[in-house]
């Protein structure tokens, strides 16, 4: 298990978080539409993986809109914001706010994918939701870049994610 803090409050995280050089594997993920949506959808195509415990939170909401900024300038790139949060959050959220240039997906369906992506918050009361991070993968699912953000409270390094594209 890895730690990271909420408010300064050591928590849990329980699995493998991806390192720079691994493969990622195809996850297959809920959108939506309801419809699954795996990584290799987008084969061809950089990914921005974008995950954080709820998009009905200050910090998640941010990192959604400025990703959503931040991705129109992104040639080949796709950036797909991940979460526990049910589709209709998302489309909610999406819709309230005019975010169109980043993909939401939820893992409702599969909650194994909070493990395989080493982000299943294994202690607190956010215990069953992921923690804050960014992984950054090439056209084959590789990892240029990846953050586990140590205190969930704070906003992913987006520069430093961006620049390895």
């Known amino acids: 298990m890895t730690q990271v803090t909420l408010a300064g409050t050591p928590i849990e995280v329980k699995g493998h978080f991806p390192q720079v050089g691994e493969t990622v594997e195809n996850l297959v993920f809920t959108n939506t539409k309801l419809e699954d949506v795996a990584l290799n959808d987008f084969a061809g195509k950089r990914k921005i993986l974008n995950i954080f415990p709820s998009i009905d939170t200050g910090v998640c909401a941010t990192s959604v809109r400025t990703f959503n900024q931040k991705a129109v300038n992104l040639a080949n790139t796709v950036v797909l914001c991940i979460s526990a949060d049910l589709p209709f959050a998302?489309?909610?959220?999406?819709?309230?706010?005019?975010?169109?240039?980043?993909?939401?997906?939820?893992?409702?369906?599969?909650?194994?994918?909070?493990?395989?992506?080493?982000?299943?918050?294994?202690?607190?009361?956010?215990?069953?939701l992921t923690s804050r991070s960014v992984i950054v993968l090439d056209e084959n699912n590789k990892v240029l870049h990846s953050e586990l953000v140590s205190e969930i409270k704070s906003e992913p390094d987006y520069e430093q994610a961006l620049a390895v594209l």
């Not at 309230?96 to 009361?125: M, P, Y």
């Open 90 to 128: 998302h489309a909610r959220f999406c819709g309230a706010e005019g975010i169109e240039n980043v993909q939401t997906l939820s893992t409702f369906r599969d909650k194994s994918l909070h493990t395989k992506l080493g982000v299943d918050i294994a202690s607190s009361g956010l215990a069953g």
